[in-house]
């Protein structure tokens, strides 16, 4: 699909056939295969040589395992390579010479560790030689093979990348064929945004934030995990421009050589293994890390949903009886990947502001009810937050999310507000313990608080969310910037 930079020009998205095959999976097969056939190559070194030498055939068990220590060292010297990643499969040339360097160094290894140990033994010196020869032999083979049925279950759609969009200069997209795409994508064809060809430096931009805009809401209804860029190098300014506007999105991206680069050694880097891209931006939470947060905010946000209930009752009663107005009050927020959700809080204020101007709680504030007070010191006033946790709107710890008009208004005085929104919003988070919790009034505190919350995103991990949620206890008890 290609996307013009005028927005009338624009076509509409046609259907594609779903995938029949995962790329995501591809490496996986392939380390299998490999392990697979070092395995059977060792067991075929010692039924040959046994049945040439016309002796009795020993114990497999020493082979066997010969084979998987064997499968080991060589799948995890590629692996460093990206060999089994599924766009250096679907490249048509055969790496003989890195499966042949990093078998190499395999039997080295396997007969330093025979010496070392002192099992050789073990082995037929003439098997592990059988073996040593007719392993590199039906790996190569097996990759040409290999890249053969890739390439045509490429061509055919069965497997491919979905997940890649490309963003880019109209001469740069254009140039890029089908050999390309493939070596770039894995995929003879992908989701392509074309930016604006008007010489009028204003024009182009705001043709360009439109064009970037339908790229944006692309990626978050498909799931988009990385964007490529095709632009000229020395357009710094473009490149400048559309990075201020991809960090509003939780992807990598990478930036492609241009024309220019890709006549130099056939786009390869110096090292001959990989392509050449700029990375401008880090993807956040890998698929498995997020598979690991979410499963701990669902566990953790039932058992405290359950265990706070009756707290959560006796609120709600005592807001009733406090005064007239609604037990809970709900607030629009900005949350993972810059999409907008209903935030859920008992209600403290004989206010409820959801517009485009909204002030800030402060010290002794006349619009907080007397019950409020109580709430919001001991921080009961969130607990119903733990229905967006359960909801996936948002985690237990991660950025606090601020109401609609001040996320605005901070994105504006800060660069690097946005990237906020590449982790989901939290209950709790890093700046809060580190003692950044309540009002922001100044730019410097906001400022601050950017910077913990980034600090978060890049340095994420389990047992951090574990220790944050413990130092939240203590900063309740502490009442610290609670008001």
């Keep these: 699909?290609?996307?013009?930079?005028?927005?009338?020009?624009?076509?509409?998205?046609?259907?594609?056939?779903?995938?029949?095959?995962?790329?995501?999976?591809?490496?996986?097969?392939?380390?299998?295969?490999?392990?697979?056939?070092?395995?059977?190559?060792?067991?075929?070194?010692?039924?040959?040589?046994?049945?040439?030498?016309?002796?009795?055939?020993?114990?497999?068990?020493?082979?066997?395992?010969?084979?998987?220590?064997?499968?080991?060292?060589?799948?995890?010297?590629?692996?460093?390579?990206?060999?089994?990643?599924?766009?250096?499969?679907?490249?048509?040339?055969?790496?003989?010479?890195?499966?042949?360097?990093?078998?190499?160094?395999?039997?080295?290894?396997?007969?330093?560790?025979a010496l070392l140990f002192k099992i050789g033994g073990t082995f037929s010196r003439g098997a592990f030689l059988i073996f040593l020869f007719a392993a590199p032999i039906v790996l190569l083979a097996e990759r040409k093979f290999v890249k053969y049925l890739v390439r045509r279950a490429v061509a055919r759609g069965a497997v491919g990348r979905r997940d890649v969009v490309l963003l880019?200069?109209?001469?740069?997209?254009?140039?890029?064929?089908?050999?390309?795409?493939?070596?770039?994508?894995?995929?003879?064809?992908?989701?392509?945004?074309?930016?604006?060809?008007?010489?009028?430096?204003?024009?182009?931009?705001?043709?360009?934030?439109?064009?970037?805009?339908?790229?944006?809401?692309?990626?978050?209804?498909?799931?988009?995990?990385?964007?490529?860029?095709?632009?000229?190098?020395?357009?710094?300014?473009?490149?400048?421009?559309?990075?201020?506007?991809?960090?509003?999105?939780?992807?990598?991206?990478?930036?492609?050589?241009?024309?220019?680069i890709r006549t130099l050694n056939n786009y390869v880097s110096s090292a001959g293994q990989r392509i050449v891209l700029l990375e401008i931006q880090r993807a956040p939470l890998s698929t498995t890390e997020q598979s690991v947060k979410r499963t701990m905010d669902v566990a953790i946000g039932l058992l405290a949903l359950i265990f706070l209930f009756p707290v959560m009752v006796l609120t709600a009663l005592a807001i009733k009886l406090d005064g007239n107005g609604p037990i809970f009050f709900v607030q629009n927020r900005r949350g993972f990947s810059g999409r907008n959700f209903s935030m859920f809080k008992f209600r403290t204020m004989t206010v409820q502001e959801n517009g485009e101007v909204i002030t800030q709680a402060t010290r002794n504030d006349p619009r907080v009810t007397e019950i409020g007070r109580?709430?919001?010191?001991?921080?009961?006033?969130?607990l119903p937050q733990l229905l967006n946790v359960i909801r996936g709107e948002m985690s237990l710890v991660g950025p606090r999310p601020h109401a609609l008009a001040h996320d605005n208004y901070f994105e504006r005085l800060l660069q690097d507000y946005a990237f906020r929104h590449h982790a989901k919003p939290g209950m709790t988070g890093w700046a809060q313990v580190n003692g950044l919790r309540g009002a922001t009034p100044s730019i410097e505190q906001i400022a601050q608080r950017v910077q913990l919350d980034l600090w978060y995103i890049n340095n994420w991990s389990l047992w951090l969310d574990i220790q944050i949620l413990i130092k939240t206890l203590f900063e309740v008890m502490r009442n610290r910037n609670a008001f």
């Excluded at 299998?32 to 010692?46: K, S, V």
């Excluded at 048509?92 to 990093?102: K, N, Y």
């Excluded at 109580?374 to 969130?382: G, N, Q, T, V």
């Design 168 to 260: 880019g200069d109209a001469n740069e997209v254009e140039s890029l064929g089908p050999s390309d795409l493939l070596s770039f994508f894995g995929a003879s064809e992908v989701h392509k945004f074309v930016l604006s060809t008007d010489e009028d430096r204003e024009i182009r931009r705001f043709e360009d934030g439109k064009t970037f805009e339908f790229a944006a809401n692309f990626v978050r209804s498909h799931g988009t995990k990385e964007i490529l860029l095709a632009l000229p190098w020395n357009d710094t300014d473009r490149i400048d421009f559309v990075r201020d506007y991809i960090k509003t999105l939780p992807v990598s991206a990478k930036l492609l050589p241009d024309k220019q």
């Design 374 to 382: 109580l709430l919001r010191a001991a921080s009961i006033d969130e």
């Design 1 to 113: 699909m290609a996307i013009g930079s005028k927005a009338q020009d624009l076509p509409v998205s046609p259907q594609r056939t779903p995938l029949a095959f995962p790329c995501e999976a591809i490496p996986y097969l392939l380390s299998t295969i490999d392990a697979l056939i070092i395995l059977f190559a060792a067991l075929l070194g010692c039924f040959a040589y046994h049945l040439i030498s016309g002796t009795p055939i020993p114990d497999l068990s020493a082979y066997f395992a010969l084979g998987l220590f064997a499968s080991f060292i060589h799948i995890a010297r590629l692996s460093a390579q990206g060999y089994f990643e599924f766009e250096t499969a679907a490249k048509p040339s055969l790496e003989i010479a890195e499966v042949s360097v990093a078998w190499l160094g395999t039997g080295l290894l396997l007969a330093f560790f």
